[in-house]
């Protein structure tokens, strides 16, 4: 079975940074393509970004454009993003995904794109 684990969020002031991670030991995270997406109270879910099997391809809510990096460290298994010049309206809860089904090349920010979802890490950027 397929276990995803956030965790780097927390609180930060408007400005700052944060870096998530999403790691599994269930399988090669270089495998799948991998998206973020986050809900914040009372909306709905919403893609941030995501990334393509062998990174070949990445897409970003143009929320966060310039502001926020997807990458991944196939050493440490673990899927990372960057949240830089964090805003209050960033404040939501934020999942990882795992798109196990083909085409693996192709990098959807819909959530129906991916099939498997960690348990959330909560960002909330206040004064």
């Known amino acids: 079975q397929l276990q995803l684990v956030e965790s780097g969020g927390g609180l930060v002031q408007p400005g700052g940074s944060l870096r998530l991670s999403c790691a599994t030991s269930?399988?090669?995270?270089?495998?799948?393509?991998i998206g973020w997406f986050r809900q914040a109270p009372g909306k709905e879910r919403e893609g941030v970004s995501c990334?393509?099997?062998?990174?070949?391809?990445?897409n970003y809510a143009e929320s966060v454009k310039g502001r926020f990096t997807i990458s991944r460290d196939n050493a440490k298994n673990t899927v990372y993003l960057q949240m830089n010049g964090l805003r209050p309206e960033d404040t939501a809860i934020y999942y990882c995904?795992?798109?196990?089904?083909?085409?693996?090349?192709?990098?959807?920010?819909?959530?129906?794109?991916?099939?498997?979802w960690g348990q959330g890490t909560q960002v909330t950027v206040s004064s």
């Open positions: 990334i393509s099997k062998n990174g070949g391809s990445t």
């Open positions: 269930a399988f090669r995270v270089d495998y799948y393509t």
């Open positions: 995904a795992i798109r196990t089904y083909r085409p693996q090349t192709m990098c959807p920010m819909a959530k129906g794109g991916y099939d498997y």
